[in-house]
């Protein structure tokens, strides 16, 4: 099996940072995981030489080419200039990879050159919330929200701008190999388990003196009794808190209703148990709060887009290394894949 290769598309004067999110998700070997891992090919989108913002050079070793031929193109943050006039050649490039069945991928700004492309039109997609007013001024065909972290519409990803690079990053490996290994890479390195595609970009200023660690109590309480019929009020109560004062927090520096994170919090659950369990679905649904295994089927389904069935099918195989990861001096010494 060969490894999916990820093109990136490498303009000048780019943000570091949005360019070395997807280099670490995807870049890291992490064979030990999954083997093929990923394989990032670094694609020049204009002339050289290219810059970073810190005035880094590169010299990326892959062309226009070569992106259209990747599994996945990703486009990452991009500057002004390449965000009111993108590289023709470019845009042509992701025409080509898109009706070539490729997913595409837009980072922050990046959707600027997917959106010049003509492939958001009629979409949802998002980006950073400080650009939403001009990227919708500019693509008024496309349905721009600046409100949540990132959008999956079809083949077409876009995200926000920063962190949020992160979350769509991991969601694309969940979406390639599953919970488990989206959360080992994820632990590997110290962020948090994936936020939701709603979670909003910018949440309200949180109460003076509170801030969302204060939260982080109830939170770890409450994943540690997914089993049982947890309610708002249950979770108010180990918080020390009301029922509108928890909501408020909730929404104020997580983005989202204590009932919806509970929701989220058991099917993520509910996918690491079809992944590294033979537990039936009926067990699961006990062992996530669901009840019943039609309450499990109706919001997994609603949430993950499949059947537990079907994600047990198409991950099971996967799980064994990620809830397990055992490191060999063989694989701790392996190099990066060839580039050639």
């Known amino acids: 099996m060969r490894p999916h290769v990820v093109a990136v598309a490498v303009t000048d004067n780019l943000p570091i940072f949005e360019l070395a999110v997807p280099l670490e998700v995807f870049g890291t070997d992490r064979r030990d995981i999954v083997d093929p891992w990923y394989e990032v090919r670094l694609c020049a989108a204009e002339p050289g030489p290219l810059r970073t913002t810190l005035g880094s050079w590169i010299d990326p070793p892959y062309g226009l080419d070569d992106l259209v031929e990747a599994d996945t193109v990703l486009v990452p943050a991009c500057a002004r200039p390449v965000q009111t006039n993108p590289p023709a050649k470019l845009v042509e490039a992701l025409r080509t990879a898109y009706a070539r069945g490729r997913r595409i991928v837009g980072i922050c700004a990046g ?17 950073h919330w400080m650009n939403a007013q001009d990227f919708a001024g500019r693509f008024p065909l496309v349905e721009i929200d600046p409100r949540v972290l990132y959008v999956a519409d079809g083949n077409i990803f876009t995200s926000a701008g920063t962190a949020a690079a992160i979350d769509l990053c991991l969601h694309l490996v969940r979406q390639d190999h599953g919970a488990a290994v989206a959360n080992e890479v994820a632990r590997r390195m110290v962020v948090a388990p994936q936020r939701s595609a709603d979670h909003t970009q910018y949440p309200a200023p949180p109460v003076r003196g509170v801030s969302p660690a204060d939260l982080s109590p109830v939170l770890e309480w409450a994943r540690q009794h997914l089993d049982r019929p947890l309610s708002v009020n249950d979770l108010a109560r180990v918080a020390n808190l009301s029922p509108r004062t928890l909501a408020r927090r909730f929404r104020d520096s997580l983005g989202t209703t204590p009932l919806q994170w509970l929701l989220e919090q058991r099917v993520r659950l509910a996918q690491e148990l079809l992944e590294t369990t033979e537990d039936p679905v009926e067990r699961i649904a006990q062992r996530t709060g669901f009840g019943s295994g039609a309450n499990l089927r109706q919001h997994f389904g609603r949430i993950s887009g499949t059947t537990p069935q079907s994600y047990r099918h198409v991950f099971r195989y996967r799980s064994g290394a990620a809830a397990h990861p055992v490191i060999t001096p063989q694989s701790a010494g392996r190099s990066l894949p060839s580039r050639t």
């Open 111 to 127: 959707a600027y050159p997917i959106a010049a492309a003509g492939l958001l039109d009629g979409r949802r997609a998002t980006t």
